[in-house]
């Protein structure tokens, strides 16, 4: 069963069960999994189903930073919350280790195609290469981004 057709079914359960957090969480996830599909003009696949639900998760922590800052704790729960029921239908996120490995893979391939060496301009380079492997795996673009720079020393 695929990511969609789950999301379905257990909005069907949130409703017989009535849970209105996960019922509102669900609606929220269907409808931009709907608008992803209309901007795709065809079925939305699990991995851009993932893509979207990424950027579910990643506005959720934004807004809750953001509460947290304006003194608005109650908002910033709620928040949270939603991000947890999000999280569950995505793959376990990547240890850093699989981070770390990736990034060293993808430098080794950079460098192999830049043989002039690589410097924090080619932070671009390494990143495009190494969320490639990291592609399936729910990972933190920033994790990487840092890791990245780390290694190149930008």
């Known amino acids: 069963m695929g990511l969609v057709e789950q999301i379905d079914k257990d909005l069907t359960a949130a409703m017989k069960e009535q849970q209105p957090l996960k019922l509102s969480v669900l609606r929220m996830m269907k409808s931009a999994l709907k608008l992803k599909q209309v901007e795709l003009g065809?079925?939305?696949?699990?991995?851009?189903?993932?893509?979207?639900?990424?950027t579910l998760v990643k506005q959720?922590?934004?807004?809750?930073?953001q509460f947290r800052k304006g003194g608005r704790d109650e908002l910033a729960?709620?928040?949270?919350?939603?991000?947890?029921?999000?999280?569950?239908?995505?793959?376990?996120a990547a240890s850093d280790e699989e981070i770390d490995a990736a990034v060293a893979a993808a430098i080794a391939e950079t460098v192999a195609a830049n043989p002039g060496g690589?410097?924090?301009?080619?932070?671009?380079?390494?990143?495009?290469?190494?969320?490639a492997k990291l592609a399936g795996k729910n990972v933190d673009g920033k994790r990487v981004n840092e890791k990245v720079r780390a290694k190149l020393g930008g």
């Open 60 to 65: 959720r922590h934004e807004s809750a930073e």
């Open 77 to 92: 729960d709620k928040e949270e919350a939603e991000i947890k029921i999000v999280e569950s239908y995505m793959p376990a």
């Open 118 to 131: 690589l410097g924090a301009r080619d932070v671009g380079k390494v990143m495009k290469a190494a969320m």
């Open 42 to 54: 065809k079925p939305v696949g699990d991995a851009e189903a993932l893509a979207v639900l990424r």
